[in-house]
């Protein structure tokens, strides 16, 4: 189905903005914007990324050696109980109680283990943000270039890493260059040990030899499939593996064995394959990490890498088949800006295309969720529930399926309508009856994109919690 | 991809990107010969390896190739001998024992026709069952059904069913299909449900299609007792390593296989597991992919013990998109490659036989060097199914549902009909 494309009318323009932009509307904010709805998005763009400067979160090198430190002790913790449970044997059995009660009290630390607690924390952390964003637009780059470039917390260490890998190798590249998302991205230790670059050991490099290992392409693959030049676009079983062969070394300072710099980037030389490499027909001669560099380089600014991105932001927030003009126009900007994401965001959503195009995507269930609690004044009282909703709705945080990252494409999302409803049933008993009143409700959630069927089952319901339910289930709220 | 750990909410996870379909089409020329067929297909993302599945202990040049990876029948943990040639891999004992039974078929060097080597453009292909990635939006499968007749049964043809939120393209297309999710929140109430869905009717005919849908599979999870836990539906917990993903697999494939096995129930269905790129550390006897195929070989399990008699007229099939590089790699791992194995298991199958034009794994034999050089057309094994046990139409086989594979014969004599 198709909503009608959104009139001229500015209070339809803003309720636009806020729903394909950012993440929906608070109430009063489509008033807020509806004096220049344009000019608000490019606001909030000239404003930039919001660092997030909680001081409960570390870095992720810190991350990194604490896990593993938490992880060495644990195993002690195994090792002593073994021992005790050994010699205790022979303990009375009163005694034995009370010891071992004791015993577990001292071990047993309260709360979930050190990994999740910190991606609990990250995530409370990413989806604040969201929430307290005006529009939204910035927070929504920040969750676009974030699954583009994503890792999977059920990768070892990558569970305590993910959430400040969005902080340090996206967040503060989100309007910058390209090519320096790109390079601090390709560095991060989360990215190298999700894809196994960190293991990778050029065939003929002095550990290589030494030790008998080799090369794993599975990074140099997906920089060129996924991240950067895309599928099919000419590169060929040799480029991958000489690209794999050219980031060997590409490493992490093992926390076990560097007490300071563990869970750093670490350019291993040892690691790296020695000699020049032929990539996309072009001759790196480079030594060392500049080598990498180089390529990533010519990577980052190759036509392909210029249709790849421009294709995907415009699906991601314009249509599912991305207008061809829209897209040839984005990836020129990024073109002739030598990847200026700045601009090319800039050209995105002042395209005649970004307000024209009828409302036909449903929203992503991450999107969907804040979208709800914003719409609702709902604040985050326990993570859990977030986390817990977005694994429901088949989007968990920072998990996805496959180095792909989750489809931007609506038609892989409308199965999980069922459970959608039951997250917006929860969602409005958690609100109960403040809800206020379900015309002002709806009117602050969507203004006038509301059709007159949505205004009327949703004044209808014979509950508060009802009508907010519906509202947010409503086919103008669901899709943008 | 990589290899996934086990870490605590692996089973989650999968809840949200294994997924399980089927529709309310009845293989209609097949009913009026008396049979009632079942046929479910199992998608492993991620590519199989298939040596490491199926080893080729006869074949000379096999230890040579992957030294101590390599199963043998002398291996800590002996492979499980197949015929000869071919021994499983130890992780399989109830695929092994369906094989002996006749109840199950092993198809090796198999491929579909895509050559490269990206996952994605791989399951496209696998998926979708045309020639080249990116040509179509609609799976083999859905196509399939969209030759035969819908059912004119109580529910209105309606009963179909598949699991989690996520719609993958092998089942995408015109033919309906449904989702269903095990519950865990407590659900709208009915009012709301017929509220919401009375407002999609008059704005949003997709919304209303896919809530209505699931409403009538709801209905049935509640009437089947598949709205409850694992454990109160008599899947035993499972313990150690792997545990989500033993549960997880056992569990969506039990509730798929009690699904078709009703009387009223849907025929024909799709589920996907992921987890199957093993780059490093690929765990052929005890580590990762063990597991893996540990999950697998209790999913196959709990499909025959789901099936109950209908096991009887039954075909599973089990394929990836390609398979992983002949020799390991620098990480105790395999890259991505071309052929790999296929599995079929199932009480209609003429099975007990492993199907392969063995290439040979010496370095002269391996595709560009590095890979299993594929030797069958998967499109054939699935056409020789969906003919044979399916009757789907010769015609629509090689035009509508696999484009362009007139040239591929359907593999006859899988099924014993």
Redesign the interface.
């Known amino acids: ?1 198709s ?1 009608d494309p959104v009139s001229s009318d500015s209070r339809a323009q803003a309720a636009l903005a806020l729903h394909r932009f950012g993440f929906g509307p608070k109430p009063g904010d489509i008033d807020r914007l509806a004096a220049d709805p344009r000019g608000a998005l490019l606001a909030e763009l000239n404003a930039g990324p919001r660092p997030i400067d909680d001081p409960a979160l570390a870095s992720s090198a810190e991350d990194a050696r604490a896990t593993v430190a938490f992880q060495m002790e644990k195993k002690r913790e195994r090792e002593a109980r073994r021992m005790q449970a050994s010699s205790g044997n022979e303990m009375a059995g009163q005694n034995m109680m009370a010891s071992g009660e004791s015993n577990e009290m001292s071990v047993r630390k309260p709360g979930p283990p050190l990994p ?1 607690k910190i991606y609990l924390g990250e995530a409370q952390a990413h989806y604040q943000a969201a929430l307290d964003a005006d529009i939204g637009l910035v927070e929504r780059l920040v969750w676009f270039w974030s699954n583009h470039f994503c890792v ?5 260490l990558v ?1 305590s890493l993910c959430g400040a890998y969005e902080r340090e190798a996206i967040r503060p590249h989100v309007l910058g260059k390209f090519s320096d998302m790109l390079l601090a991205v390709e560095t991060h230790p989360a990215m190298l040990l ?3 670059n960190a ?3 050029g ?1 003929d490099s002095i550990a ?1 030899e030494r030790r008998h ?6 990074l140099g ?1 997906e920089i060129m ?1 996924l991240h950067t030049l895309g ?2 676009s000419g590169y060929t ?1 040799a480029d ?1 593996t000489n690209f794999a062969k050219v980031i060997t070394g590409w490493s992490v300072y093992p926390p076990r064995r560097f007490a300071e710099r563990g869970g750093e980037f670490w350019f291993n030389e040892r690691m790296h394959e020695p000699g020049a490499q032929t990539v996309l027909g072009r001759n790196y001669a480079e030594r060392g990490f500049a080598q990498g560099r180089a390529v990533l380089e010519m990577l980052a600014h190759h036509p392909a890498t210029a249709n790849h991105i421009a294709t995907k932001l415009v699906r991601h927030f314009i249509a599912d088949d991305p207008p061809a003009d829209l897209v040839a126009r984005l990836a020129k900007r990024f073109r002739d800006t030598g990847g200026d994401l700045m601009q090319v965001t800039q050209a995105l959503v002042t395209a005649p295309e970004a307000w024209r195009a009828p409302r036909t995507k449903l929203k992503k ?1 991450g999107e969907w969720m804040m979208a709800a609690m914003r719409t609702s004044g709902l604040q985050i009282r326990d993570v859990r529930r977030l986390v ?1 909703a977005q ?6 945080l920072w ?1 996805p ?4 990252g989750f ?1 931007d494409d609506s ?9 959608r ?6 969602t409005a008993r958690l609100v109960g009856n403040n809800g206020g009143e379900p015309d002002a409700m709806v009117d602050a959630a969507l203004g006038p994109l509301a ?1 007159a ?2 205004r009327q ?1 949703v004044r ?3 509950s508060r919690p ?1 009508a907010l ?2 509202l947010l ?3 103008e709220f ?2 943008r | 991809m990589s290899n996934v750990f086990h870490a605590p909410s692996r089973r989650e996870l999968l809840l949200a990107s294994g997924v399980l379909f089927a529709w309310a089409h009845l293989p209609r020329a097949a009913l009026a010969e008396g049979r009632d067929p079942r046929f479910l297909t199992i998608v492993l993302r991620g590519a199989l390896d298939g040596l490491a599945a199926v080893a080729p202990v006869g074949d000379p040049d096999w230890v040579r190739l992957r030294g101590d990876n390599a199963l043998t029948l002398g291996s800590a943990t002996p492979a499980l001998p197949l015929d000869g040639f071919f021994a499983l891999n130890p992780a399989m004992p109830n695929l092994a024992r369906m094989y002996r039974a006749g109840h199950a078929t092993i198809v090796h060097a198999v491929a579909s026709p895509y050559r490269e080597r990206s996952h994605f453009d791989g399951q496209d292909v696998l998926e979708s069952g045309f020639v080249k990635p990116g040509a179509a939006d609609t799976g083999w499968l859905n196509r399939a059904l969209a030759t035969m007749a819908p059912a004119e049964r109580a529910r209105g043809g309606k009963e179909a069913f598949a699991v989690g939120p996520v719609t993958p393209l092998i089942v995408r297309g015109a033919a309906p299909v449904m989702s269903w999710t095990p519950p865990k929140l407590p659900p709208a109430t009915e009012d709301t449900v017929m509220r919401l869905l009375d407002l999609y009717r008059h704005t949003d005919p997709a919304l209303a299609r896919a809530l209505e849908e699931r409403i009538d599979l709801a209905k049935i999870a509640r009437e089947g007792g598949l709205a409850m836990s694992p454990q109160k539906r008599g899947i035993p917990a499972q313990k150690g390593p792997g545990a989500y993903i033993k549960t997880y697999f056992a569990d969506s494939a039990g509730a798929a296989a009690k699904f078709l096995a009703r009387d009223d129930g849907p025929r024909i269905g799709a589920l996907a597991f992921d987890g199957w790129d093993t780059h490093a550390d690929e765990g052929v006897a005890n580590g990762h992919l063990a597991l893996w195929l540990d999950a697998l070989d209790g999913a196959l399990a709990a499909v025959e013990s789901g099936m109950g008699p209908a096991w009887k007229e039954t075909v599973v099939s089990v394929v990836t998109e390609f398979g992983r590089t002949a020799r390991i790699n620098g990480t105790a791992g395999t890259d991505h490659g071309t052929a790999t194995v296929a599995f079929l298991a199932g009480g209609a199958l003429k099975g007990g036989r492993v199907v392969a034009d063995w290439p040979g794994v010496g370095e002269a034999h391996l595709y560009q060097d590095r890979d299993l050089k594929p030797t069958t057309d998967l499109r054939a094994v699935l056409k020789g199914v969906l003919r044979d046990h399916l009757r789907v139409d010769a015609r629509a086989l090689d035009d509508a549902i696999f484009p362009g594979s007139a040239s591929v014969k359907p593999m006859g004599g899988l099924v014993s009909t």
Do not use: C, H
Not at chain 1, 213 to 218: A, F, I, R, T, V
């Open positions: 189905m909503l999740q999977s917390a059920d990768k070892g569970r999700y894809l196994d293991r990778s050991f065939p290589g290992k080799g090369l794993n392409e599975n693959r499939e599928v099919r079983q991958v269930p817990n694994n429901l709705l088949g989007e968990p998990r399926p496959a180095p792909k489809s038609a892989a999302w409308v199965d999980g309508l069922a459970e409803l039951d997250i917006a049933n929860q059709s069927e949505t089952t209808r319901a014979e009802q339910a519906l289930m409503s086919p669901q899709r």
